[in-house]
């Protein structure tokens, strides 16, 4: 089972960078759930635009005004069900093939660390009546080491303490992480950029025994001031060959339907039966070669991008100046902007609900 999950900090404006990078994370890997933070728009406007990567169950908690929202999307086949959720968590029962349960907490903590305590108590007393191994995933707003945060004020980190005795209260454990160690930049300049790794995933015990491999992917941070973050649990490996997936993106776009009009108009001899099944295979090779070279355009530029990020963090983390990161997510967002306009002119059908 796969994950993405992320800060956006908004997708309420038509044009935003991150709807664009949201889909072409989605297009990379075969995800089972999606959970965005800090939507900032009604819950029920956000399934139209991934309804087309099979995350057909949802539920999210609307935004107050232009602040907060949660939003979780599953697919079918993730066999999840909504426990109960509030405006800063969303739980989840997993069953799973083997007959396995457990709980998926998706958790946002509140910005402000005298509001963050209520919400952790909140959600111990859940903790100590769960009768199943739970993964708390997201969004903490804690720092709770002194090497996962990098600025030049010194000092004790606010909440810190309070936060490790809650980890080491209800015994939960730091599933490892591979990528850029920070998480969130508060995208100031020079001396006054902080970079702090606040979005991580804690297990329970029994849930880490059913799951020892599981690891988190932190990608650069980019265009919202949080990284979204891949969820990898690899109960089990998989080795066999899967059949290839055609997106619907590829259905509205003319380019696409004139190669199948090409390849179905090409003449073939025999009998009409596998006139029509030379057709069939024909299309099918055709369309499948289209959309893997289109979608190798698209993401190449974006792992470009991410390996560009990923250096220049290291390079503003070093003290060498962050000239370069910032260039780079500037690059990002006006390079998203391009993709929503031309998704926005070419489609068909309006992908997204204004």
Known sequence: MMGLVWNCRGLNNTLSPTIPKLRALIGSKCFDFMFLIETKRNASSIFP??????????????????SGGLWVGWKREARMSLVMACKNFIILLVEKYNGLLWYLVLFYGAPCSHLRTPVLLELEKWMDNCKHPF?????????????????KSQGPIRGAS????????????????KGPRFTWCNNRKGDERVYERIDKALGSRDWLSFFPDSGIKHYPIQISDHAPIEVNLQLVKN???????LDAWTLDNEECLE?????????????PSF?????????RSTVKKWAIDKRDEWMGKWDDFDKRLE????K??????????????????????????FWRQRAKVKWMVD
């Not at 309070?162 to 992480?177: C, G, H, Q, V």
Request: with cysteine; glycine share 8%; proline share 2%.
């Open 316 to 341: 503003a983390i070093a003290g060498e100046g962050d000239e370069m990161y910032t260039r780079v997510n500037d690059e990002v967002k006006d390079f998203a902007k391009a993709v929503s306009i």
């Open 135 to 151: 993964l708390i995933v997201e969004d903490f707003n804690q720092v709770d080491m002194e090497c996962d945060k990098v600025s």
């Open 311 to 314: 250096e220049g963090m290291n």
């Open 259 to 271: 190669r199948v009009r090409s390849a179905w108009g090409q003449r073939d001899v025999g009998s």
């Open 162 to 177: 309070f936060f490790n005795m809650w980890k080491i209260r209800n015994e939960l454990i730091d599933i490892p992480f």
């Open 239 to 245: 080795d066999g060959k899967r059949p290839y997936k």
């Open 275 to 283: 006139q029509v099944a030379r057709k069939l295979t024909r299309v």
């Open 49 to 66: 635009m991934f309804r087309s990567y099979g995350f057909m169950k949802h539920f999210g908690v609307d935004a107050v005004g232009a």
